[in-house]
C-alpha cells in the first residue's frame, strides 16, 4: 500500500515550523551588540560619504574658492545622528534587518512577526540611537527583549534563510 499524501505530523512539518521566525528564538545580546557594531561602521561609511558629497557639491558649485569643510563637532554629531536614524529606519521597514543583522543572521519584527512599518522603525530607530545601552537590557531579560523591544513590542529573531515576514497591511485611519 503506498500514500501520495503525507500525513500533517510527517516529516516535512518540522522544517517548516524552523522557517517560522517564532521557532528561531529570540537573538542574545552578543549576536545584537555584534550586529549593532557592523551597523555603527556602516552608519560612520554613510556619514563620510555625505560629507564627501557635500565637499564635492561645494567643489563643483564654486572650485576657485573651495575650502575644504570644517564643520562643529555638533553639526558632525547631529549628522551621524541623522545617518543613524535613516540607516535604522529604512532597513527595519523594508526588510526588517540591517545589513549587521543581516550578517549575524537576525531579523526585527513586530510582535506578530509582521515587518514593522515606517512609523514604528523610525520610533525605534530614534530610541536606538539616542538610547543605545538599551538593548544590554536583553541580557537580563528572560525573554531576551532589549528595552526598545519592550516599549515598541518588537522581538529580533534568529532569521530562517527560507522566511520571508509578510507585511502588514494599512491600517484604516492612518
Known amino acids: 500500500m503506498t500514500r501520495t499524501e503525507p500525513r500533517p505530523d510527517e516529516d516535512h512539518e518540522p522544517a517548516a515550523r524552523a522557517a517560522s521566525p517564532a521557532a528561531a528564538g529570540h537573538a542574545g545580546v552578543v549576536t545584537r551588540v555584534l550586529a549593532a557594531?557592523?551597523?555603527?561602521?556602516?552608519?560612520?561609511?554613510?556619514?563620510?560619504?555625505?560629507?564627501?558629497?557635500?565637499?564635492?557639491?561645494?567643489?563643483?558649485?564654486?572650485?576657485?574658492?573651495?575650502?575644504?569643510?570644517?564643520?562643529?563637532?555638533?553639526?558632525?554629531g547631529i549628522a551621524v545622528v541623522a545617518v543613524g536614524i535613516v540607516y535604522l529606519t529604512i532597513a527595519w521597514a523594508t526588510t526588517g534587518r540591517t545589513y549587521g543583522e543581516r550578517l549575524l543572521g537576525l531579523r526585527v519584527l513586530s510582535g506578530r512577526f509582521e515587518l514593522l512599518g515606517w512609523v514604528r522603525s523610525f520610533l525605534r530607530?530614534?530610541?536606538?540611537?539616542?538610547?543605545?545601552?538599551?538593548?544590554?537590557?536583553?541580557?537580563?531579560?528572560?525573554?531576551?527583549?532589549?528595552?526598545?523591544?519592550?516599549?515598541?513590542?518588537?522581538?529580533?529573531?534568529?532569521?530562517s534563510p527560507s522566511y520571508v515576514p509578510p507585511v502588514a497591511p494599512p491600517r484604516e485611519g492612518s
Not at 543605545?132 to 531576551?144: E, H, T
Open 37 to 76: 557594531c557592523v551597523d555603527l561602521g556602516a552608519v560612520m561609511l554613510g556619514a563620510v560619504l555625505l560629507d564627501l558629497g557635500a565637499a564635492g557639491v561645494r567643489f563643483v558649485w564654486s572650485p576657485v574658492t573651495f575650502r575644504w569643510p570644517q564643520p562643529a563637532v555638533p553639526v558632525m
Open 125 to 159: 530607530a530614534v530610541a536606538c540611537v539616542v538610547f543605545p545601552v538599551g538593548l544590554l537590557w536583553s541580557a537580563v531579560s528572560a525573554r531576551r527583549h532589549s528595552l526598545q523591544d519592550i516599549v515598541f513590542r518588537t522581538v529580533v529573531v534568529y532569521d
